[in-house]
């Protein structure tokens, strides 16, 4: 069966350091995948896409993710981390065959940067 | 641009009764999904309608759960009676027509309690 794996259900770091929430999928074929995040009392907002291309893509608020073929990884990145960071991050791919928005996520990592 | 909007935001009903969610997407995103997230699981598809024709509800868990979307704006869906399982945070996402990337604008959920 399709999915998607978020290993860590909470990620901790301190301001300034580097972040990485990890993503892992189970899809055949070529996905495209995604990052949500959702801050307190908002809705979910997409924060970058890969599909096709350089394997690390930018995205919103200095976010990076690395797409790893042969691990089917998609680890969030961040070289600096800022307390307004802290929110629930998805990941998501969309199957190679569908051409909608039907997206399989994950179960979310909740990001907490302390001071 | 006024963002995707869910009615209510919380729910709170007894195992046997009916509710009703509604969403109203972006103006002019024909393209609208429901989503569901589970006790802190995965956000799972429901649905999805371009404008007011079922596209593809693969995702809708039983026949307690009915979406409509008449004249293509706005949408509901009903669960009746609900269950205790049917407890969760339900998601309206749009998008434009022509946007099959998998981009969704997101609303900030309902969250529905059956006791």
């Known amino acids: 069966a399709q999915s998607v794996a978020q290993p860590e259900d909470q990620v901790n770091v301190a301001e300034g350091n580097p972040l990485t929430v990890k993503c892992t999928y189970s899809?055949?074929?070529?996905?495209?995948l995604f990052w949500y995040v959702q801050y307190p009392n908002r809705g979910l907002q997409f924060l970058l896409k890969?599909?096709?291309?350089?394997?690390l893509v930018k995205g919103s608020y200095g976010f990076e993710a690395e797409f790893n073929k042969s691990q089917t990884s998609f680890h969030l990145k961040k070289p600096s981390a800022l307390v307004s960071d802290s929110a629930l991050y998805f990941c998501?791919?969309?199957?190679?065959?569908?051409?909608?928005?039907?997206?399989?996520f994950g179960q979310g990592t909740t990001l907490q940067v302390k001071p | 641009e006024a963002g995707v909007t869910q009615f209510p935001s919380h729910s709170v009903i007894e195992k046997g009764q009916t509710v009703t969610l509604r969403c109203d997407p972006i103006?002019?995103?024909?393209?609208l999904y429901w989503y569901r997230r589970v006790m802190g699981k995965e956000i799972k598809f429901l649905l999805h309608?371009?404008?007011?024709?079922?596209?593809?509800e693969s995702g809708m868990p039983n026949n307690r759960f009915l979406a409509e979307r008449t004249g293509g704006t706005y949408s509901t869906l009903k669960v009746q009676p609900a269950e205790l399982e049917d407890s969760g945070v339900y998601f309206c996402?749009?998008?434009?027509?022509?946007?099959?990337?998998?981009?969704?604008?997101f609303g900030e959920g309902s969250r529905l309690t059956v006791l």
């Open positions: 890969y599909i096709t291309g350089d394997n």
């Open positions: 309608f371009v404008k007011e024709s079922k596209q593809d």
């Open positions: 103006s002019g995103h024909d393209n």
């Open positions: 899809v055949s074929g070529n996905p495209y």
């Open positions: 996402a749009s998008s434009h027509r022509g946007a099959n990337t998998g981009e969704l604008f």
């Open positions: 998501a791919v969309r199957p190679p065959l569908s051409n909608t928005g039907k997206l399989i």
